[in-house]
């Protein structure tokens, strides 16, 4: 890992700007689920993770309570997770089908998978001060990421907020519509994809399939000359 990246998650691993994030976090640590009862939950800030040289990077909203709030990866260890690295897997960008935990040897090449939002909110609903809190967070992972061509944005609060990011700094005259497949060229020439969250009930509604999510990325790919 390269010291700027250091810096930035050892940075974000310590953060304590949201007192309710971060009693939150805690609280489902003590509380855990039956099937994780044994389990050190992780309990912190979470983390991006992937290829550092990538030239794609995949934002989803924020860790799972009993996911990558538990294992300190993000979408590990969750069925969002699982939904997910299966596509990832078959379009190699992935090693591997499935995300376990921290050390189960998973490697994506290309792509930088994190999360808008590094600690778990209380029933997946942020509120506008905590994600404002990790802007900064979000902008240093874009900024040192070199490489970046694609920004893949899983959900509409990922979706809004990365356009909230890019029109502090640009103005932006064209209106950006959340929709799944959207693509829209951003004012650093960065491509931005719009896609449903692989929620569980987004899969099981059939709003999102793996077939969707496999043809986003396989676009991704080609767009970015991975």
Not at 83 to 95: Q, V
Not at 98 to 125: A, E, F, Q, R
Not at 166 to 194: C, M, Q, R, S
Request: proline letters at 4%.
């Amino acid at each position: 890992m390269n010291i700027k990246f250091k810096k930035l998650n050892n940075s974000i691993i310590k953060c304590k700007k949201c007192p309710r994030l971060i009693r939150f976090s805690k609280k489902i640590s003590k509380d855990k689920r039956k099937q994780n009862i044994d389990e050190t939950y992780w309990g912190k800030p979470v983390v991006g993770f992937g290829d550092l040289k990538a030239k794609i990077m995949i934002i989803g909203l924020a860790p799972a309570a009993h996911g990558g709030n538990r294992t300190g990866r993000p979408f590990t260890g969750d069925k969002s997770g699982d939904f997910l690295f299966k596509c990832l897997k078959k379009t190699k960008i992935s090693n591997q089908s499935i995300s376990t935990h921290i050390d189960d040897g998973l490697k994506l090449n290309n792509t930088y998978l994190t999360n808008i939002l590094k600690c778990v909110p209380p029933g997946d609903k942020p509120q506008n001060d905590e994600l404002k809190n990790c802007a900064n967070y979000f902008e240093s992972e874009i900024s040192n990421l070199n490489n970046l061509k694609v920004i893949i944005t899983l959900g509409k609060i990922a979706f809004d907020n990365c356009i909230k990011f890019y029109k502090k700094k640009n103005t932006i005259n064209e209106k950006l519509v959340f929709k799944h497949g959207a693509k829209y060229k951003l004012p650093d020439g960065k491509i931005l994809i719009a896609s449903y969250h692989p929620s569980p009930r987004n899969v099981n509604t059939k709003l999102i399939s793996n077939k969707m999510i496999f043809n986003l990325l396989n676009k991704a790919k080609k767009i970015s000359a991975f």
